[in-house]
C-alpha cells in the first residue's frame, strides 16, 4: 500500500487523511454512494444521493475482515446498529459531505481528484472533533477503514480490519498526545 500515510494529520479539533486509490474515479465514486460496496469498507445502508438526503450507515464490521475475525469487545455491542446521516455537500463524483450524530461529532468531507491513469486522490477531511478522545477513536476508525478501501480497490486480501484498526487507533493517539 504506497503512499497510505502521505499527508495525515490528527489534532484535537481536525482529521485530514489522503490516500491514493488504485482505480478510477467513478469507481472510487460508488464505493462512496452505492450502500452494497460503502459496506464492504465502511458501512452500507440506504443512501439518497442527494444535497440534504440521507447517507445510512450500518455497523457490520464483521463484514470487513475476509479471515473470519470476531469483534473486540467494545464494539461488539454495536453490530448491526443503523442509523442515518445527512448529506450537506454532493457533486458526482467529486465531493461527499455529511454530518456525523448529526452534526454534534462533526462533519466530514470527502474529496476525490484523478491521480494519474486509473488512479484516484482522496482527501477525507473530518472537522468539529470535540477533543483528543474524538480524534483517537475517528482516526482509528477513519484511518482503518481507508486502509479497508485501499486494499479493496487494489484487489488486496483484508485479513483481519481489526488489526487495521488497532495500528490506526495507536497513531492517532499518539498524534494527539493520548
Do not use: C
Not at 499527508?7 to 454512494?33: G, H, K, S
Not at 450537506?88 to 474529496?111: K, M, S, Y
Not at 484511518?143 to 483481519?160: F, I, T, W, Y
Amino acid at each position: 500500500m504506497a503512499n497510505t500515510l502521505a499527508a495525515d494529520t490528527i489534532t484535537p479539533q481536525m482529521l485530514r487523511f489522503e490516500r491514493n486509490l488504485a482505480a478510477p474515479i467513478e469507481t472510487v465514486w460508488q464505493y462512496l454512494v452505492d450502500p452494497e460496496l460503502r459496506a464492504r469498507w465502511f458501512m452500507g445502508g440506504p443512501t439518497e444521493p442527494r444535497e440534504g438526503g440521507k447517507l445510512g450507515l450500518t455497523f457490520a464490521h464483521q463484514n470487513l475482515s475476509d479471515d473470519e475475525v470476531p469483534n473486540p469487545e467494545r464494539y461488539a455491542k454495536n453490530e448491526g446498529k443503523a442509523w442515518s446521516e445527512t448529506i450537506t455537500r454532493i457533486e458526482p463524483p467529486h465531493l461527499l459531505a455529511f454530518t456525523w450524530d448529526n452534526g454534534d461529532a462533526g462533519d466530514v468531507t470527502i474529496e476525490l481528484a484523478e491521480a494519474g491513469p486509473g488512479r484516484t486522490r482522496l482527501t477525507l477531511i473530518h472537522t468539529r472533533l470535540r477533543g483528543a478522545e474524538d480524534a483517537r477513536n475517528f482516526g482509528g476508525g477513519w484511518g482503518a477503514h481507508l486502509d479497508v478501501l485501499q486494499k479493496r480497490l487494489a484487489g488486496e486480501h483484508v485479513a483481519n480490519f481489526w488489526d487495521l484498526h488497532a495500528a490506526a487507533e495507536a497513531r492517532a493517539a499518539r498524534a494527539v498526545g493520548l
